[in-house]
């Protein structure tokens, strides 16, 4: 009869034997699974053999000894007249052999097999010594120290020792510097520390007039212009020309500040006082600009009359070239009346003036500084440089003393300033015969066009003053008033003619 178990399969019952009082169950049916010929190859009994051991009558091959080694090895390394081994039999770890020395390695004795590493496996304490349980290692404690009442006062050292050693240390330190101070007079036998260089008891003179005079009296009036803003930053020069605060300086150092609304102008003098500036009037056309300062008591630069100087007349400039403040250098007057035209600055009107040529070191900075005559007048400012380089050549320019004066007062009075205008448009021409400024075109209700000058003309002169270029012209016109009539030569057609011109405003 069949039984189920609980997960479902279905099992053969087993039988078995009633004893009467216990049912005993036979063994269960030997179950062997098949094997391949290869497992059986591999790994079944061999041929001859039914169980699981071999016979005890199956003959076993005898072990074969290792050949005796050589006579002379063992001449060379075995014992001479003993046959002990060099393993030993082990010895309990508890009461060791008192007769046996102790191995390198603790105190295990010297019978522990390990020291042998042909002995057999022996199960035993390890070859290495460990340190008895409980007791960690002690370093040895330093000994005590003296100190120096101990060692002076202690009476641990003689006094006579101590003395000595005091003694032999002062005469090392003795014999040592001195071998020291040998050895370097020996090293250099060109220095001698006896010499004493003579002094010239009087100071250099300073003469009434000199470079060294006038720049003492001058150099306070010039100053430092710092504008400072957003998009912008530089450093120009002015010069105080009256006391109230008025600065006189170059239209194109004050211009950047003048245009940007957060830039900030002020004036660095000599002593460093920093005062904040204001633009009281600018004239671009000529490069001039007056700004004031609130300060108190300044030092005033007076004006020179620049018509008096001649070429070759020593001259100084005072300015801060490259923002070095309070710089000071000589030259002289290489030429006069020369027109100066530049570019208006961010494409305002040209600039033109009438400039004093120096070959005095001007560099960028010098912009609006005094140019002085031998006596410290005011007989220009500084203005711009003709380089290839970026620096001086010895080409600088100034703008001449009077007519700055003239642009500044009125620029002070008025805040801005009128120029003589002949109305007429004209440019630089050179022929065989003559030079001059020829009329372009002659705008209606003018000057030119009342006094009847006509287009293709060429001006030569106005009033006292050659006329050799464009530049020149405007030059010549702005040294006269406005409403003054003035002689113009001109040429027309191969004739020349002299016309009178009542000068208008620009």
């Not at 059986?40 to 000894?65: E, H, I, K, M, Y």
Request: aromatic share 2%; no cysteine.
């Amino acid at each position: 009869m069949s039984q189920q178990s609980p997960n479902g399969q279905t099992s053969t019952p087993v039988s078995g034997v009633d004893d009467g009082a216990h049912r005993r169950l036979r063994p269960r049916p030997l179950v062997q699974p098949p094997v391949d010929p290869a497992s059986a190859t591999a790994f079944g009994r061999p041929d001859g053999v039914a169980g699981a051991f071999a016979a005890r009558d199956v003959p076993v091959s005898q072990l074969q000894s290792a050949p005796p080694p050589p006579e002379s090895l063992v001449t060379a390394f075995g014992r001479q007249g003993s046959q002990e081994l060099l393993q030993r039999p082990p010895q309990p770890v508890s009461d060791p052999d008192p007769d046996i020395d102790p191995v390198f390695w603790g105190d295990k004795p010297a019978g522990d097999p390990w020291r042998d590493p042909a002995s057999g496996a022996v199960i035993g304490p390890p070859a290495v010594g460990e340190d008895p349980p409980g007791e960690p290692e002690r370093k040895p404690e330093p000994g005590p120290q003296l100190s120096v009442p101990e060692l002076l006062f202690g009476r641990r050292v003689k006094p006579t020792a101590m003395a000595l050693l005091l003694t032999v240390a002062l005469v090392l330190g003795a014999v040592g510097g001195l071998v020291g101070w040998l050895i370097g007079r020996a090293g250099n036998p060109l220095t001698d520390s006896t010499v004493t260089l003579a002094e010239i008891a009087e100071g250099k003179e300073r003469p009434a007039g000199s470079i060294s005079d006038i720049a003492k009296r001058v150099t306070p009036s010039v100053v430092s212009i710092e504008f400072k803003g957003t998009n912008v930053a530089g450093v120009g020069s002015g010069v105080v020309i009256e006391g109230g605060g008025y600065i006189l300086t170059n239209d194109h150092v004050v211009a950047p500040a003048a245009q940007d609304s957060s830039a900030k102008l002020s004036a660095v003098f000599t002593d460093g006082t920093r005062a904040q500036a204001r633009v009281v009037g600018r004239d671009p056309k000529t490069d001039l600009a007056v700004i004031k300062v609130e300060v108190t008591n300044p030092t005033v630069l007076q004006f020179g009359n620049s018509d008096e100087l001649e070429v070759g007349d020593s001259v100084i400039a005072i300015g801060s070239p490259l923002q070095l403040s309070n710089t000071v250098t000589e030259g002289i007057v290489s030429a006069l009346h020369r027109p100066v035209t530049a570019a208006g600055e961010n494409g305002g009107p040209q600039v033109t003036y009438d400039a004093i040529q120096t070959d005095a070191a001007i560099n960028p900075g010098n912009s609006g500084g005094a140019l002085v005559d031998s006596r410290g007048a005011l007989i220009g400012i500084n203005s711009s440089i003709r380089t290839e380089t970026g620096g001086s050549v010895g080409l600088g320019f100034a703008i001449s003393g009077n007519q700055a004066r003239k642009i500044s007062q009125e620029l002070i009075r008025n805040g801005q300033v009128k120029h003589a205008d002949m109305n007429v448009n004209v440019k630089s021409v050179s022929a065989e015969t003559s030079e001059g400024a020829q009329v372009q075109n002659v705008p209606a209700g003018g000057a030119a066009a009342a006094a009847g000058i006509q287009e293709g003309d060429v001006i030569t002169k106005v009033g006292n003053r050659m006329v050799r270029n464009a530049a020149e012209l405007v030059v010549a016109v702005r040294e006269h008033e406005i409403g003054e009539t003035v002689q113009v030569v001109l040429a027309r057609q191969g004739r020349e003619l002299k016309l009178d011109v009542t000068l208008k405003s620009d």
